[in-house]
């Protein structure tokens, strides 16, 4: 069955098997909510219902779903921010690299491709996508165009993708992917049918790491806790050594409050130049920023087995100290969205007095 496979959002599932059962499926349609919460797995699942052969579709299991499980159906198009560059050498590259990324993400879902240097979708994806798209079907399905991060498309692109949205084909479907719908043009907007995804119960990514990854009690409900609401973060800091990087978080923040300039460029040297930390160690810092606000007002914490240390570097940052930090960790995490780099984004963030005034 269509999303039987997906965590939750029964709201979203709802929405699209009823267009499903009727046979009036929308040609465009945009997946919005937050980041790691299933749009993207919903959004490969509609792909392969549209060009399944069974009569339970999707089956994923047959040769259509599987193709395109691992990007290989012709007649699905997936589209996603990559590097880009002028010089044909180092455009060959960089297919050979998303290729072999792809190959990452077709046994990791969860896994975005991500790059160390800018990324966008530029008109010359949107101008290679039409062209996929201006041929028949391959095998008598739907052409269907997968959007990633729809939103990093230029300005450009996104005005040549609206004209395609405006002269839609019968045997296309459009499905954008956005956790940032604001930044899209608007008249894309209003030519899809939008469907939202909301932030997961905790008890929901607990359950899936213990069924499925076999984490003891303890530490599922903990990693539940700080995925905020996305699966995909949960998965991914199951990956990338969670408990090393929780460490690490807390290391920075005791350095910072303790005025140890020293041990914070230290501890930001090491995670600066690894791909995705950056972002994971500032999402996990403010956690820990959130749990200090809500002991100093009463309210319940995440990290309750550090509630000794959460007091003591409460105390340390002072009135007035954690609300700055808290947005210097917005300011951040922005930043690293809009490709300034990690280190100067760290920097920025933890580089500063306990008070919130900086000092580098």
Not at 109 to 119: E, G, M, N
Not at 178 to 197: E, H, M, Y
Not at 286 to 297: C, W
């Amino acid at each position: 069955m269509l999303f039987d496979n997906l965590i939750g959002q029964e709201v979203a599932k709802r929405t699209i098997r009823r267009a499903w059962d009727e046979g009036r499926l929308a040609g465009s349609y945009l997946f919005y909510g937050p980041d790691g919460v299933g749009k993207e797995a919903a959004a490969m699942d509609l792909a392969r219902a549209v060009n399944c052969g069974a009569e339970d579709k999707p089956c994923r299991t047959c040769s259509s779903c599987r193709r395109i499980s691992t990007y290989q159906h012709p007649d699905f198009h997936y589209l996603a921010p990559v590097p880009h560059s002028s010089s044909e050498s180092e455009r060959r590259k960089i297919a050979e690299e998303v290729a072999e990324q792809l190959k990452d993400k077709a046994a990791q879902p969860h896994r975005p491709l991500a790059f160390d240097r800018p990324t966008a979708i530029t008109i010359d994806d949107i101008r290679d996508l039409k062209r996929g798209l201006s041929l028949h079907p391959y095998e008598g399905g739907r052409q269907a165009a997968l959007v990633a991060r729809a939103d990093r498309m230029t300005e450009e692109a996104s005005n040549a993708f609206l004209k395609m949205l405006e002269e839609p084909s019968p045997s296309s479907i459009f499905i954008l992917v956005s956790d940032r719908p604001n930044i899209l043009l608007p008249t894309i907007v209003s030519r899809c049918q939008k469907v939202r995804f909301d932030l997961l119960p905790a008890g929901a990514i607990e359950a899936h790491l213990l069924h499925n990854h076999n984490l003891p009690e303890v530490e599922a409900r903990l990693m539940a806790d700080l995925a905020g609401g996305s699966l995909g973060r949960a998965l991914e800091m199951l990956e990338q050594g969670f408990w090393e990087e929780r460490d690490l978080a807390w290391t920075l923040l005791e350095s910072a409050a303790a005025g140890d300039y020293f041990g914070l460029m230290n501890g930001i040297g090491q995670a600066a130049d690894q791909r995705g930390k950056p972002e994971r160690l500032l999402s996990l810092v403010q956690e820990v920023v959130s749990d200090m606000l809500h002991l100093r007002h009463g309210r319940s914490i995440v990290n309750a087995d550090r509630s000794d240390r959460l007091r003591t570097l409460e105390l340390g940052f002072g009135n007035g100290g954690l609300d700055a930090l808290a947005g210097r960790l917005e300011r951040a995490k922005a930043g690293l969205k809009q490709n300034v780099t990690p280190r100067l984004c760290l920097i920025t963030a933890l580089a500063g007095r306990p008070g919130g005034s900086p000092e580098l």
